[in-house]
């Protein structure tokens, strides 16, 4: 078993960023190589690898898949012991329907408050279609939240691809200063306080200083 993960920047990448949890959350050693976003040979050296252009890409002994989602589906059928998913059926669709709505929405946030780890600044003036995304955001948690409160701080108690898929929203609302409900705000410190995230945090903020 061999895994390559090529990534974009970690400073910038959320979508690098939710494959690379995801990953982890197996345990499975991997490789990972990194192309520089928004440079002008990006486009080129992307589609040395696959057609789509985009990162994250999983190169395995089944091929190169591409997209996050896909990722994690496919890790979670190779690693059925690793429980990548919650194992309450109902938990299970609920934390897929949710993944998928990130996936395939929220694009007033993901448009107007592009990823940055170092960012430490406030979105003035918010635009309504942002704070109504927000709001969804803080819903959606809660609704995840509401079954799993006594199994632990992750989105559905114990650690889930969930949260692979929800980290850069956490980074999202704390680097963008956007003053959440206790619930919300703690989830939000869960994930910074996740050993794989701060790993990712770390190394992209040395990419700054290159
Ligand atoms: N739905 C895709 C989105 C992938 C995506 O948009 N990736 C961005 C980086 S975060 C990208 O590769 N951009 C390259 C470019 O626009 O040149 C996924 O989940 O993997």
Redesign the pocket.
Known sequence: MSFHLII?DKLY????LRAVLAVELTGAPYTEQIIK?NQPD??AR?LEHAPT????LLKCEHGTI????AIAEYLNERFPQAQLWPQDIAARAQARSACAQM?SGFFAMRSNMPFDLSRDQALTPMPADVQADIDRMVALWAECRAAAKESGPYLFGKVSLADAFFAPIAVRLKTYRVVLPVEAQAYVETIYQWPAFQAWQREGLKERAE
Do not use: E, Q, Y
């Open positions: 974009g990448s959320s979508w690098s976003l990006t486009t992307l252009g985009k990162v994250p591409a997209d996050s989602l996936h």
